[in-house]
Each structure stands twice: as structure tokens, then as C-alpha cells.
């Protein structure tokens, strides 16, 4: 079982939806949550970052983690085209020197149409 | 402008050959990172560095070598001895290394190495 879960989709959706995008994970030493866009053939750009369990929002992007479950979530409202790409969840345990260390998802692909 | 550059962009490789990817940045970050990424199977931890002269193999590191002679340099070099090098190769770097907030990780543009 990998240590970290998410549906790689892909994810179809109208404009202006609000989209919700998923990950799981099983090592409980986690302890900082990030969530990264990719857009096709770039690197990744950070969106979100989190530490430990509760939301933050960010304009049209809220993440939460829910470290009882091992369950975070992004949620994109009003989403745009321009949301169309890959989306990957990345997380860290604490202490030490372990934060460049991050374990990602698969990443999910979502495509926002007009 | 402050970043992370790779080079080359695209590179094909012939069967035994060992190449080497480029990362440079100008952010004076200490820590610097190298990821790979396949299809389906997100980011993968090659090898990462703390501070200068020093270096620790991640979660892929057979068939890879590295140095960090200088605090803005971190090339990778992929050895013949790398079974399935195809793939998209990604630098990042970060302040530090330490666990602490808003320590943020950026990313270069990547680089595609193919096997022909």
C-alpha cells in the first residue's frame, strides 16, 4: 500500500463548479499538507500548505485536513479553465531535517471545460 | 528574477550512456532537491542536499549521482546503470531543510530525459 492515496481521475467539470479533489495517506507521522498545480510539461507550483488538522482558504481554494480521518481535501470554487491541470497533494513529517522530504500522490488530472 | 533553472529541456540518451542534468538557482537556498516522475506515480525523492559538499541518497537513488560543490548547484548525473531513465526530472530547492513553517519548496521547470 503506498503511503500516500489520490484519485488520479481524470476529472471533468463546467465552469464555475466547485470541484473537490482527494487524498489519503497512512503514516500518522505527517504532519505539514501541501497541495501543488502542475500545468502540462512544468514543474510544480505550490497552491496550499497546511499544518496539521484545520482549513485555510485562499481566495477560490480552501484546503482541510482531517488528521483523525488521514484525509485532506482542496476544494476549487468557481473553478476556471485556467484551473485545468494536474493536481498533487504532498505531505512531510516534523522534526529534524525531514521537510524537503515529501511523500506525493499520484496527482489528479482536472480539466475544466467552457 | 530569483528561481530555479534546468537545463537542458529535452534530452535523449543511447542505451549506456550516462548524461547529466543542469539545476542551478538564484534564491541562496540551502537545501535542493531532485524528483522524478512517471506517469501515474507522482513525485519520487532521488537524492537531496542539505548544505554544500554534502548529500543523501532519497527513495530512488540506484543508477543516480549528484554533487553540490557550490550552494547554487546541485547536477544530476544519470548512470547507464539506471534501468528505466525515462522519465520528467524536477530540481527544487528550499531555504532550509529544516521542518518549520512556511519553509516553502519551489520547483524548476523540469526536464525530460528519453532513452533511444
Known amino acids: 500500500q503506498k503511503e500516500v492515496e489520490q484519485d488520479p481521475g481524470p476529472l471533468s467539470v463546467p465552469e464555475g463548479a466547485i470541484v473537490s479533489l482527494n487524498c489519503t495517506y497512512s503514516?500518522?507521522?505527517?504532519?505539514?499538507f501541501m497541495w501543488y498545480r502542475q500545468y502540462s510539461r512544468k514543474g510544480p507550483e505550490l497552491l496550499m500548505y497546511?499544518?496539521?488538522?484545520g482549513n485555510k482558504e485562499d481566495g477560490r481554494f480552501t484546503a482541510q485536513v482531517d488528521k483523525s480521518s488521514k484525509y485532506i481535501s482542496l476544494f476549487i470554487r468557481d473553478s476556471q479553465p485556467s484551473d485545468s491541470a494536474t493536481y498533487l497533494c504532498a505531505m512531510s513529517s516534523a522534526g529534524g531535517t525531514s521537510y524537503g522530504k515529501l511523500t506525493f500522490g499520484q496527482g489528479t488530472i482536472l480539466t475544466v471545460h467552457p | 528574477d530569483g528561481g530555479i533553472t534546468q537545463s537542458p529541456k529535452y534530452l535523449f540518451r543511447k542505451e549506456g550512456q550516462n548524461v547529466t542534468l543542469s539545476c542551478e538557482q538564484n534564491?541562496?537556498?540551502?537545501?535542493m532537491y531532485w524528483y522524478r516522475q512517471d506517469p501515474g506515480q507522482g513525485l519520487r525523492l532521488i537524492y537531496y542536499s542539505q548544505i554544500v559538499n554534502d548529500f543523501q541518497k532519497g527513495d530512488i537513488a540506484e543508477g543516480y549521482s549528484v554533487s553540490r560543490e557550490k550552494k547554487e548547484s546541485f547536477p544530476l548525473t544519470v548512470t547507464s546503470a539506471q534501468k528505466n531513465p525515462t522519465a520528467f526530472y524536477l530540481c527544487a530547492s528550499s531555504f532550509s531543510p529544516e521542518t518549520r513553517s512556511g519553509n516553502t519548496i519551489y520547483f524548476g521547470e523540469g526536464s525530460w530525459l528519453t532513452v533511444v
Open positions: 534564491l541562496n537556498h540551502d537545501a
Open positions: 503514516n500518522s507521522a505527517f504532519q505539514y
Open positions: 497546511t499544518y496539521s488538522s
